[in-house]
């Protein structure tokens, strides 16, 4: 008899329960959305987004290429300008010198942080520029 109420108390309960089942779309950066249309519009400004910063990363990389290449074909170098020529102690109290040269990784980042403090500033042009019209 406890099996039957338990029973008909459930199946009662889950006539009061509404079920819907609906389409979720789920785009690439894990947005979800309920309309087709409105996560393939999503998506489009995704891949933009993602177009521009590949597009920009090509760019840094070839400059990158363009200036080690050249620096290394002239046997040039950079160095820090603050301090060019480090000195470092020896075991007899003379001092051994080098040049303070700039690491390759270190001119990548230089170059990187510059290209996207000019896309800022040219952002903020255009911003002003349609306030203005």
Same mark, same amino acid.
């Given at each position: 008899?406890?099996?039957?109420?338990?029973?008909?108390?459930?199946?009662?309960?889950?006539?009061?329960?509404?079920? !819907?089942?609906?389409? &979720?779309?789920?785009?690439?950066?894990?947005?979800?959305? @309920? %309309?087709? =249309? $409105?996560?393939?519009?999503?998506?489009?400004?995704?891949?933009?987004?993602?177009?521009?910063?590949?597009?920009? !990363?090509?760019?840094? &990389?070839?400059?990158?290429?363009?200036?080690?290449?050249? @620096? %290394?074909? =002239? $046997?040039?170098?950079?160095?820090?300008?603050?301090?060019?020529?480090?000195?470092?102690?020896?075991?007899?109290?003379?001092?051994?010198?080098?040049?303070?040269?700039?690491?390759?990784?270190?001119?990548?980042?230089?170059?990187?942080?510059?290209?996207?403090?000019?896309?800022?500033?040219?952002?903020?042009?255009?911003?002003?520029?349609?306030?203005?019209?």
């Amino acid at each position: 008899m406890k099996k039957n109420s338990k029973s008909s108390l459930t199946s009662k309960l889950k006539s009061l329960i509404k079920t !819907e089942l609906a389409t &979720v779309y789920v785009t690439r950066s894990n947005k979800k959305f @309920l %309309s087709l =249309n $409105e996560a393939l519009k999503c998506e489009l400004e995704e891949e933009k987004k993602r177009a521009i910063i590949e597009e920009r !990363e090509v760019g840094m &990389v070839k400059i990158y290429e363009l200036l080690t290449r050249v @620096l %290394s074909k =002239n $046997e040039w170098g950079i160095y820090f300008k603050g301090e060019p020529i480090e000195g470092f102690p020896t075991q007899d109290g003379m001092r051994v010198y080098k040049v303070n040269e700039i690491a390759p990784d270190t001119l990548y980042d230089a170059i990187k942080e510059e290209s996207i403090k000019q896309e800022k500033e040219w952002q903020e042009k255009q911003e002003g520029r349609t306030e203005n019209s």
